[in-house]
């Protein structure tokens, strides 16, 4: 049995340009006007949670529970809005049947892992098409860590693997896989990785 973990934004949907920009949206309405760093790479913990709590702390400035939870309450809002204005997000091509493929295969067992909070991560994910629910799903809800979101995820689907294959889009997905000792497919073209999953086979 081989396990194989998929990453969300940039992954299995196109929403990382209007995630980016709606999420540093959201911190800045409650926070104020604070300095983000050059990359979201720059960060040590580059989820949702991880990058607020050291945006928090580059700026000095405090963010409780209260004003975490509103963030997250704005950027939801935002995120309905403009799917609501401007039509759902869009797959990967060819992430829906691919994924499918591997559910239906006996040789694979599949989950989801995000530095989203949960509540973002299943808008998208309902947006795009993807059966909700039927993929157990790990998030910044479960670690500020990308590993731990990962390690997280895995466990939801077993313990003994022959294989663990995770697909990112992003440079902090590749160095997690390299902590962890896990197979790395490179999706989009910042990682020059696949553009679609039309070329991906299931044994």
């Known amino acids: 049995m081989h396990a194989v973990i998929f990453d969300i934004d940039g992954t299995l949907v196109q929403s990382v340009a209007i995630d980016e920009?709606?999420?540093?949206?959201?911190?800045?309405?409650?926070?104020?006007?604070?300095?983000?760093?050059p990359n979201w790479?720059?960060?040590?913990?580059?989820?949702?949670?991880?990058?607020?709590?050291?945006v928090a702390a580059d700026n000095s400035v405090s963010a409780q529970s209260a004003d975490i939870r509103e963030i997250e309450r704005v950027f939801i809002e935002s995120l309905n809005t403009h799917v609501s204005k401007n039509g759902p997000f869009l797959e990967v091509p060819g992430a829906k049947a691919y994924c499918q493929s591997l559910r239906e295969s006996r040789k694979y067992s599949v989950a989801m892992a995000t530095g989203a909070w949960r509540s973002s991560a299943l808008i998208k994910l309902e947006s795009a098409g993807f059966e909700i629910g039927?993929?157990?799903?790990?998030?910044?809800?479960?670690?500020?860590?990308?590993t731990g979101?990962?390690?997280?995820?895995?466990s939801k689907i077993g313990s003994r693997f022959d294989s663990i294959t995770y697909y990112g889009d992003g440079p902090w997905d590749e160095k997690a896989c390299s902590e962890l000792g896990w197979n790395f497919?490179?999706?989009?073209?910042?990682?020059?990785?696949?553009?679609?999953y039309f070329g991906e086979s299931v044994a």
Do not use: H, W
């Open 21 to 37: 920009t709606l999420y540093a949206d959201a911190i800045r309405s409650i926070l104020g006007q604070i300095k983000f760093r």
């Open 41 to 54: 790479a720059d960060y040590d913990l580059v989820t949702d949670t991880g990058i607020l709590s050291q």
């Open 134 to 146: 039927v993929v157990p799903l790990a998030t910044c809800n479960d670690s500020d860590a990308r």
């Open 149 to 154: 979101i990962m390690q997280k995820a895995l």
């Open 185 to 196: 497919v490179a999706v989009g073209a910042a990682l020059s990785g696949i553009e679609s």
